[in-house]
């Protein structure tokens, strides 16, 4: 019979995921019962003139989130090497609380449970509950509730927001040659919007844009 596999927390010291935070990644003693995936939009209402109700207009997606709880049990039953918590409760927040001078924040991490469960991200809580204790005091089991956001790096989160999108900023290069409407066409498929591209950039030409290297593309309204 297959033993069972625990869940494992990884610390990361790079936000693409690629350099393992030193020392083994912390192993489970027991596998949660019970995890939570949390997914959300957000929208701003909105409502029309002479309309009954408000329309919502997408904002944005916030991270995801995965929330559990796992127990440390230092009794000997579960791990007979295993029974120091002071020890267990220091290894884990190593590695998804500590602050890391090397990189000026608390690690990156990544939780992963068997082939189905991987989840990259950064912690957002940890609470700690002793449940047991020794007669001196000395805590033997503890329940921990721990809540993760996740995390993508800015260079991905490009990527797939479509960098074409009129809803995002962008730097453009001018071209040598290029007129403001055609610059627009090719950065939005639209060469419609460059009049709010020359107001924001303070132009007051559109077709000669010579002396100009780089222009501000903001968000603009396509409604305009």
Known sequence: ??????????????EDFQNKFSGDPYAFMINPDTIKMQKSIEYNEQQAPATSSASQKYKSTPSDK????????????????RIDMNKEITALETIIYTYNGKIHRPNFVKIQWGQNITFNGVLESIDVSYTLFKPDGSPLRAKISLSFSQYISPKTVTMQD???SPDLTHIVTVS????LPQLCLQTWNDDSLYIQVA???????????????KLIFPPVNTAN
């Open 162 to 164: 479509a960098p074409e």
């Open 66 to 81: 995965l929330t559990f709880e796992m127990v440390i049990d230092c009794t000997g039953v579960v791990d007979s090497k």
């Open 176 to 179: 040598e040659g290029m007129s």
């Open 199 to 213: 107001e924001f950039n303070g132009l007051n030409k559109f077709r000669n844009l010579n002396g100009i290297s």
């Open 1 to 14: 019979m297959a033993s069972l596999e625990p869940m494992k927390i990884t610390g990361y010291t790079d």
